[in-house]
């Protein structure tokens, strides 16, 4: 079974401009979950989707953060624009069941994003 | 607020010794509690969770972990340790259904088996 498949793996930009990261879950993975992990802490949800419905954006900087998940499979995230403070890894994961059920999800290798 | 808290950054243990990493939550509800572990350029994996019922659970390459709804605690344990275990891993805790869906992860515990 094909896993969380994510790019670009590495991104660098300058700040104020934009980026956007994309994400392709497990097949058949009803709930998608964007995170952000700073070095040297948790991951921390920014969005979760089931199907192509948000579940929970509350941790979502939407003045500069967007996500969509078009057609309830693949999904892009973008910030714009960037600020010093976004350079993390944003990880990507699906879970099989809806986002009631207490699924484990499965994590994609994550993007790095470094913003100078 | 909801939390989960590891509070041992590193735990250091001796190959062939048992380990605990602990990990105690303050969330609403009956929550759902969960493991992942972090190796070196590799994505987060799932090792085990507890969702109802025998509060020790049993999960991948010999871990388990001990639910204790008193303390809001659950701690992950293997009673022989390896050198491959190294690695940072992390808590995760779900609320139960009426205190939302958002899955909450602790700090992380960086592990490291001397051999």
């Known amino acids: 079974e094909a896993g969380v498949a994510q790019s670009p793996r590495y991104k660098i930009i300058e700040k104020r401009q934009s980026v956007a990261f994309w994400c392709n879950p497990i097949?058949?993975?009803?709930?998608l979950y964007w995170y952000q992990q700073i070095l040297g802490q948790g991951p921390k949800l920014l969005i979760q989707f089931q199907n192509n419905g948000v579940v929970d954006d509350s941790q979502l900087p939407k003045d500069r953060f967007s996500a969509e998940r078009l057609k309830g499979v693949d999904s892009t995230l973008k910030i714009q624009p960037a600020k010093l403070e976004d350079s993390a890894v944003y990880l990507c994961?699906?879970?099989?069941?809806?986002?009631?059920?207490?699924?484990?999800?499965?994590f994609g290798p994550g993007t790095r994003l470094t913003v100078l | 607020a909801q939390s989960v808290a590891q509070p041992e950054d590193q735990v250091n243990v001796a190959e062939g010794n048992p380990l605990t990493v602990k990990c105690t939550y303050s969330?609403?509800?009956?929550?759902?509690l969960f493991w992942y572990v972090q190796y070196p350029n590799r994505g987060l994996q799932f090792l085990l969770k507890?969702?109802?019922?025998?509060?020790l659970v049993k999960g991948s390459y010999g871990f388990e972990a001990e639910f204790n709804k008193s303390q809001t605690s659950f701690h992950l344990k293997k009673p022989s340790a390896l050198v491959s275990d190294s690695a940072l891993y992390f808590c995760a805790v779900r609320p139960g259904n009426t205190g939302g869906f958002k899955t909450i992860f602790g700090a992380g515990t960086r592990l490291f088996v001397k051999a």
């Open positions: 994961a699906s879970s099989l069941g809806a986002a009631g059920f207490a699924n484990e999800q499965f």
């Open positions: 507890y969702i109802t019922g025998d509060n």
């Open positions: 969330v609403s509800g009956n929550p759902y």
């Open positions: 097949s058949g993975h009803a709930t």
